[in-house]
Every structure is written in structure tokens, then in C-alpha cells.
């Protein structure tokens, strides 16, 4: 046989099934990133309502309705979670299994073509959502499952590649982590205010157009909000080695700063604090790895003052207190953290291809089928 064509509602059902009885709580809550990938969410879900919660089991295909055109879309292939009643759940059914591997149909959802159908789909919308029976109504070119499975072993291993580095990434942190608790029980913990200096120089009229925002990642990146590169005059710069972070923590749930490691001058909004530090006793990339802990991110958000718009200000960072270690021992854990940091890079690399050979995979199961025979209507 060849290809068969088929329409995915035939081999597909939807699943309503929620968490009506409690059964599970908040550590069951997960979402869908625009990786195809299962996150905990960040926010606080203390006292949200988990009735409406829909249950995913093994085998689930989960997407986000109103943001599939961004590849929202995850398949579950371990433990049991809890997603948001306005995700839509499905699993292959019966005799889906018998035709459709699970894995080749989650790499066709992975592609940017299937990403640009969506949008075709939903263009003219008032609010593109895409829904049950729009994903029911794709028409796909199948191959036979022999080959689908010839093809997902190839997946497979770069996946097992690339988590397999994650593994070891997570342990160079958990390293890091282990060397700054040590750090905090041996040396007394000193006040950081009389080690930094509060920054605020403005752009000015002829100034850089490097504009950049805070992200909850804590990294430098580009604005999410468009702005105008030509009115960038009262705009705070960042110079090299200087760190920049946003006062606000009840939006973020985190403490969002980033450090300017580069060679060049970046521009951050005027409401953001920049400072720098007195490099004979504190080096940035030492303090950064005490900010970039989740310890500190729930320090931040308990000592945040106001109501209506949660505030971490410069008067509540230099009461922040950490062991000032020697240099010796501060360049020795920063250079560990720089090789954590870099391979962290290499291993969102590693995710940026393994979602590029999606469309290659796909291409290449159809045209080893095509070559079996032609197109049989299913």
C-alpha cells in the first residue's frame, strides 16, 4: 500500500472528562507551551477552582484552541495531569491506533505548515479558535504505520538525545544550587546595598536603538509590546556588565532582571531599576545566580509592598542579604554557572532542531510511501 487519505475526525474522539469529584489538586495542574511541551504554571493557583479541570491520561493529545496557530499542542506520554477546562483533549481511538501512530500524528501537528493551515483556517475570524471540529475536518495523507514508525524511530532518538543533555544540564544546576547553600550556612550574609550602585543614565536624542525588555526567564529580550526605536530618548541605558530588573512581581510571580553580558549598550523602559556592582568585592554574575533561584523569586514576592500593583523597589534590594565570598570563590562558582548557562543555550538549540526535522520526517514518510503505491482514499 501507499498513502491512504484520511479525514482525522474519523480516528479521533474527544475527551470532556474533568476533575468534578477533587481528586487531584494543584500539583496535577499542567499547560501547553508554544513548544508542544507540558509546563507548570507559574502563577499562584492557590484557591482556583479545579472541578472544571480536565483529566489527561497517557495517550492525549492536549492544544490550547486560541493559540494552535503557535504550535500549542502537547502529546501526554507519561503520568496523569490536570489541564484548563478551555483546552481541548483528544486520544486516537481504536481504530485510530491501528493506522495512526500517536507519535508520527504529534511530529505532523510539530510542523510550521500544519501551523500556517491552522491560520488559513481561522483567517476572517473575530477570534480564531480552533476548535473540535476544525481539527476533526484536517485531511491527511497517511502513510502505513510500518513506515510512520520508521520514521518516529528517527524522532525518538533525538529526543532521547537532547533530554538526555537536559539531564546533565539539570544536574550542573542542581550543582550550583548545592554550592551557593554552602556558601550561606559557612560565611555570614552581609547587606548588598554599600556593593551596588543605582544607575540612571537616559538614552538621549542620538543614543542606541538596542531597546530590550526583562523577561520572566530572566534574560534580555525583544519587546513583546511594539515601541517606537525613534522615541527612545528618556529610555534607561544598560551598560555592559550592568543588571536591569522590573519592579512589578504581581503580574511576573517572578523576580525579572537580566544582566547585560554582551559588548554593547542596551535601552530598557524608564520604570526599570539598572545598577551596577563594585567588582572588587561582588561580581553581577555572582548576584545574578542568587536571583535567578526560585528561593529569592518567593523572597521578592513576599517582601512586595502595595495591593493593586505588587512592588519590589531599590530600597527593598539593597536590604537583600547574601554571603559576599571571596573573589577567588566568587569566579569559581560563576564559571560553573557560565558553562550551565551555556549549555543551556546548546540545549534550546537542540529543541529549535528537533522541531525543524519535524517537516523533513513528515516529507520523508510520504514520499517512501508514495513510492509503495498512490493515494487510497480512506
Not at 260 to 283: G, H, K, M, P
Request: proline share 3%; with cysteine; aromatic share 12%.
Amino acid at each position: 500500500m501507499g498513502l491512504t487519505k484520511i479525514r482525522l475526525g474519523d480516528y479521533i474522539e474527544r475527551s470532556t472528562v474533568n476533575n468534578s469529584d477533587l481528586k487531584y489538586g494543584i500539583d496535577f495542574i499542567a499547560g501547553v507551551n508554544n513548544q508542544g511541551i507540558f509546563t507548570v504554571p507559574k502563577g499562584n493557583t492557590e484557591g482556583v477552582n479545579l472541578k472544571p479541570y480536565k483529566i489527561v491520561n497517557n495517550g492525549a493529545f492536549v492544544y490550547n484552541p486560541t493559540r494552535l496557530d503557535l504550535g500549542s499542542i502537547a502529546y501526554r506520554m507519561k503520568d496523569l495531569c490536570i489541564v484548563s477546562h478551555l483546552y481541548m483533549v483528544f486520544y486516537l481511538t481504536e481504530e485510530g491506533k491501528k493506522i495512526i501512530d500517536p507519535l508520527w500524528l504529534f511530529i505532523y501537528f510539530r510542523r510550521s505548515e500544519f501551523c500556517r493551515e491552522v491560520t488559513f483556517r481561522n483567517f476572517g475570524s473575530q477570534r480564531p479558535e480552533f476548535n473540535f471540529n476544525d481539527m476533526s475536518d484536517i485531511i491527511i495523507h497517511l502513510p502505513d504505520i510500518d513506515i510512520q514508525r520508521k520514521f518516529v524511530v528517527v524522532y525518538n532518538a533525538m529526543l532521547e538525545n537532547q533530554q538526555s543533555y537536559e539531564r546533565g544540564l539539570n544536574d550542573l544546576k542542581l550543582v550550583c544550587d548545592a554550592y551557593i547553600e554552602d556558601l550561606r550556612r559557612g560565611i555570614l550574609c552581609e547587606k548588598i546595598g554599600p556593593f551596588i550602585t543605582r544607575q540612571d543614565i537616559r538614552n538621549g536624542v542620538n543614543g542606541t536603538k538596542n531597546v530590550m525588555g526583562v523577561s520572566t526567564s530572566k534574560e534580555f529580550r525583544e519587546p513583546t509590546s511594539k515601541v517606537n526605536r525613534n522615541e527612545l530618548q528618556n529610555y534607561k541605558v544598560v551598560k555592559p556588565r550592568q543588571i536591569s530588573f522590573v519592579q512589578t512581581t504581581h503580574n511576573e510571580k517572578v523576580f525579572c532582571n537580566a544582566f547585560n553580558n554582551t559588548n554593547d549598550d542596551i535601552v530598557v523602559t524608564s520604570v526599570n531599576e539598572v545598577f551596577s556592582t563594585d567588582e572588587e568585592y561582588l561580581l553581577p554574575e555572582y548576584l545574578v545566580m542568587f536571583f535567578n533561584r526560585t528561593e529569592f523569586d518567593r523572597y521578592a514576592r513576599f517582601h512586595s509592598w502595595g495591593s493593586a500593583r505588587e512592588t519590589f523597589s531599590w530600597d527593598d534590594l539593597i536590604k537583600v542579604e547574601i554571603p559576599i565570598a571571596s573573589m577567588e570563590i566568587q569566579r569559581s562558582i560563576v564559571d560553573i554557572y557560565t558553562v550551565y548557562k551555556e549549555r543551556k543555550n546548546i540545549n534550546e538549540k537542540l529543541k529549535v532542531q528537533i522541531k525543524d526535522i519535524c517537516p523533513i520526517l513528515i516529507k520523508g514518510s510520504i514520499e517512501e510511501a508514495r513510492k509503495r503505491g498512490g493515494i487510497i482514499n480512506g
